[in-house]
């Protein structure tokens, strides 16, 4: 079981050049838990998880990781515990895929040191989980996007943090793909209790697979807590400028959005 780590931001504002994204976002990731940001499309979810992983440098507010202010942790030593995967990482050029996710073992190693039988392990375990084994030897660019995902996905699997952040892990995968990847990053969450934090799109995804939710709108966080609490008619209308319904998911029992059109609102069709 991975460790317990205290995981915050305090008052984070945040953005691009002369444009505040983030305005004021104050959170707690629940350790161990799987943890999923919602919100409309700019309303700075990818500008959060990059904040918290520190590759934007918030214009005020703090981040902290076990109470420590992680500008203050050494990347290193930082990536040993919380690893990243952006939304569109560029590919090497003429790497293969075991080469690749071999890059994922990069904060464990040193300079007098080779390859390690764990960094070896850890590679193939990555490897196997996302079901990729067998284009260890083939260049990334032979690949299709959905398979591109995957090992992306175990590069970061590979680095064996105890937090991981995804942005958008289930881009470019059809729905089969999109169900696997999640069910994977479940089975790593209940298998090693990695704590993990997921940007994704797909409301219904998130409510089925997040233990805890954070809704986004406008730079602002609106809402936190269990599925059941912030899935909401109330709140997706709010977010996402859509009316809807919110039944119960007969597979899950999760809430579940069913958006409701002018073309087949049947109140409104038979009046």
């Not at 995967?85 to 790497?95: A, F, K, R, W």
């Not at 032979?142 to 992306?152: A, D, K, P």
């Not at 912030?230 to 400028?241: A, N, P, Q, R």
Request: glycine share 8%; with cysteine; net charge neutral.
């Amino acid at each position: 079981m991975k460790p317990t780590h205290t995981f915050q931001s305090e008052g984070i504002t945040a953005g691009y050049e002369n444009r505040t994204i983030l305005h004021d976002v104050s959170i707690s990731i629940p350790s161990n838990k799987i943890s999923i940001i919602i919100g409309a499309n700019g309303c700075g979810k990818s500008t959060l998880l990059k904040t918290m992983a520190r590759l934007i440098k918030p214009t005020s507010g703090q981040i902290t990781l076990d109470g420590k202010p992680i500008q203050k942790i050494p990347p290193k030593q930082l990536a040993r515990v919380l690893g990243l995967l952006p939304q569109s990482p560029i590919v090497p050029e003429g790497i293969t895929v075991a080469d690749l996710v071999g890059r994922g073992r990069y904060p464990h190693q040193t300079f007098l040191k080779g390859w390690s039988r764990k960094d070896y392990e850890a590679v193939a375990e990555a490897m196997e989980m996302m079901n990729i084994t067998e284009f260890a030897d083939r260049n990334i660019d032979e690949l299709s996007g959905g398979q591109r995902q995957r090992v992306w996905i175990a590069m970061a699997l590979a680095q064996q943090t105890d937090i991981l952040f995804l942005d958008e892990p289930t881009t470019y995968l059809d729905i089969t793909y999109q169900v696997e990847i999640l069910d994977l990053l479940t089975d790593l969450n209940r298998k090693y209790g990695t704590t993990i934090v997921m940007v994704l799109h797909d409301i219904n995804l998130s409510a089925r697979y997040a233990d805890y939710i954070f809704a986004l709108h406008q730079g602002k966080l609106v809402e936190e807590g269990k599925p059941s609490k912030v899935i909401t008619s109330t709140l997706i209308e709010k977010i996402f400028g859509l009316h809807c319904t919110i039944m119960t998911d007969p597979v899950s029992g999760s809430p579940s959005v069913v958006p409701i059109g002018r073309h087949h609102n049947k109140m409104r069709m038979y009046s």
